[in-house]
C-alpha cells in the first residue's frame, strides 16, 4: 500500500501522474487529498505567472521598466536581459513562497476528532446500560473488526457509525474506572507514530494499528491522566478482533 511520503513525492514530480495507485490512495486519505488540490493550485497560479511578455513600445527603451500584467514580445536584447533578471527573481519569490505554502500543515487529525466530539456530547454520559449488542456488530462490521467478549475494556454505552473524513468510522463510548472514555477506529487514517493531545477541554492519544489505520482514545476534562488514556488504549486494542 502507497504511504503518503511516497504519494507527495510522485505528485511533486508530475501532478498529473496517470498512475491508479496514486489516485487510490489520494481518495483514500484526506491529508494527501488536501495537498494534491494545494499542488495544483500553486501550478495554475506560476503557470500563468510565466506568461509574460514585454511591450513591444517598452523594448525600445531599454532603461523603462513595463507596467506588470502587459503581454507583449520581447524583441530588445538589451531590455531582455534586465526583464529576463527581473522575471527570474519574481519566479524565485513564487517558488518558494509556494514550497512554505505546500508544505504547511492542514487540520492535524487530532484536531480533526477533538471536533468530531462536540457533535455528539449525549455520549459522554456516565451509565452502567451497555448499548444492544446487536447495535454494536452493525457499528463495527463496516471496519471489519469486532471486540472479544470479556477482554477487560469495561462497558460499551454507546456505539454510532459516524461520517469522519469521508468514511464511515465507528465511535464508541466505554465506561471505565477512569469514567467515560470515547473510541475512534479510523481503520483510513494512518498516524506514523503516538500522538498525545490536550485541546479544547479534550485529552487524548492517537495510535497506530499496523494494517488498520489507527485509534484514537480520548477522554472530556482534565480528571484523566495521560498514561491512564494510554493504558485504556492498550487494553482496547487487545480486545480488538479484525475480522478482514
Excluded at 514585454?54 to 536584447?77: C, F, K
Excluded at 508544505?103 to 454520559?125: F, I, K, N
Aim: glycine share 6%.
Amino acid at each position: 500500500m502507497m504511504d503518503c511520503a511516497h504519494y507527495r513525492r510522485s505528485m511533486l514530480a508530475d501532478p498529473h501522474d496517470p498512475d491508479p495507485s496514486l489516485r487510490e490512495h489520494r481518495e483514500s486519505c484526506h491529508d494527501c487529498t488536501v495537498f494534491s488540490e494545494r499542488l495544483l493550485r500553486f501550478e495554475s497560479r506560476l503557470e500563468r505567472a510565466l506568461r509574460v511578455a514585454v511591450p513591444s513600445e517598452v523594448a525600445r527603451q531599454p532603461d523603462v521598466v513595463p507596467p506588470p500584467n502587459i503581454v507583449v514580445p520581447l524583441r530588445s536584447p538589451a531590455y531582455r536581459k534586465g526583464w529576463l533578471a527581473m522575471a527570474a527573481s519574481v519566479l524565485m519569490a513564487l517558488v518558494v513562497a509556494g514550497g512554505l505554502w505546500l508544505s504547511a500543515p492542514g487540520p492535524s487529525l487530532a484536531a480533526d476528532v477533538v471536533t468530531h466530539m462536540s457533535e455528539e456530547p449525549q455520549a459522554w454520559r456516565r451509565t452502567d446500560v451497555p448499548v444492544q449488542s446487536s447495535r454494536l456488530e452493525d457499528v463495527l462490521r463496516d471496519s471489519h473488526l469486532r471486540l472479544a467478549t470479556g477482554a477487560g475494556t469495561g462497558i460499551v454505552s454507546y456505539a454510532n457509525s459516524c461520517r469522519f473524513r469521508g468514511h464511515q468510522v465507528p465511535h464508541l463510548v466505554i465506561q471505565t474506572e477512569a469514567g467515560p472514555v470515547t473510541v475512534m477506529v479510523l481503520v483510513h487514517e494512518r498516524s506514523p507514530k503516538p500522538v498525545r493531545f490536550d485541546e479544547q477541554g479534550y485529552r487524548g492519544v492517537i495510535v497506530p494499528v499496523a494494517g488498520h489505520g489507527s485509534l484514537a482514545v480520548l477522554t472530556r476534562g482534565p480528571a484523566t491522566d495521560i498514561k491512564t488514556i494510554e493504558e485504556i488504549a492498550r487494553r482496547v486494542l487487545d480486545s480488538i478482533v479484525w475480522t478482514g
